[in-house]
């Protein structure tokens, strides 16, 4: 395939969608038979600024993936493909597609590629399953205040204890004092 002359037309387009395959963080591959452009439209704005939605050519997509580096991707090339290229948040461009797809049956997602490797359509769901960054960096700083706040509570317990027995040995002598 690589040995084939291409026009320059189609050189630029494989270029650009190398270059998208290599500095995307995730990629997701997706069949759009049967959507209008509307509901096109309407998903490119869903996936947010950082999310592109580009459809291609098959053969021109399969090139750019195998210059980017990218294997295990030709059996997904079949019928009308579109690529989602992210560069922001995986999981919200995840969710996005998802619910996307739950509203317009006929958009497919097929698979793709996170972190340069291929992954299956579930994995995507998988990965649409996941919440947030934020939302899991919050709970990371929640569970790491919270092993702080344990750590300080227990060097305090012994401070608290004396102080505690020293009031209690002082009510003591008081009362033995008035009696």
């Given at each position: 395939?690589?040995?084939?002359?291409?026009?320059?037309?189609?050189?630029?387009?494989?270029?650009?969608?190398?270059?998208?395959?290599?500095?995307?963080?995730?990629?997701?591959?997706?069949?759009?038979?049967?959507?209008?452009?509307?509901?096109?439209?309407?998903?490119?704005?869903?996936?947010?600024?950082?999310?592109?939605?580009?459809?291609?050519?098959?053969t021109?997509?399969?090139?750019?993936?195998?210059?980017?580096?990218?294997?295990?991707?030709?059996?997904?090339?079949?019928?009308?493909?579109a690529?989602?290229?992210?560069?922001?948040?995986?999981?919200?461009?995840?969710?996005?597609?998802?619910?996307?797809?739950?509203?317009?049956?006929?958009l497919?997602?097929?698979?793709?590629?996170?972190?340069?490797?291929?992954?299956?359509?579930?994995?995507?769901?998988?990965?649409?399953?996941?919440?947030?960054?934020?939302?899991?960096?919050?709970?990371?700083a929640?569970?790491?205040?919270?092993?702080?706040?344990?750590?300080?509570?227990?060097?305090?317990?012994?401070?608290?204890?004396?102080?505690?027995?020293?009031?209690?040995?002082?009510d003591?002598?008081?009362?033995?004092?008035?009696?």
């Open positions: 395939m690589a040995d084939k002359p291409v026009r320059a037309d189609k050189a630029t387009a494989v270029a650009e969608l190398t270059e998208h395959f290599r500095n995307a963080g995730a990629t997701v591959l997706t069949e759009y038979r049967g959507l209008t452009v509307a509901q096109l439209t309407q998903l490119r704005r869903s996936l947010g600024q950082e999310t592109t939605y580009a459809v291609a050519k098959n021109l997509a399969k090139r750019a993936a195998t210059d980017a580096g990218i294997q295990g991707l030709d059996e997904l090339f079949t019928g009308p493909t690529l989602t290229f992210v560069s922001g948040d995986v999981v919200e461009a995840a969710k996005g597609l998802r619910e996307f797809a739950k509203a317009n049956p006929k497919v997602i097929k698979g793709g590629v996170f972190e340069g490797k291929a992954i299956t359509a579930k994995e995507v769901s998988r990965l649409a399953d996941l919440e947030s960054r934020e939302v899991l960096l919050a709970k990371l929640g569970g790491m205040k919270a092993s702080l706040s344990k750590a300080a509570a227990l060097f305090q317990a012994p401070l608290s204890k004396t102080a505690r027995l020293a009031a209690a040995l002082q003591k002598r008081e009362q033995e004092g008035q009696a």
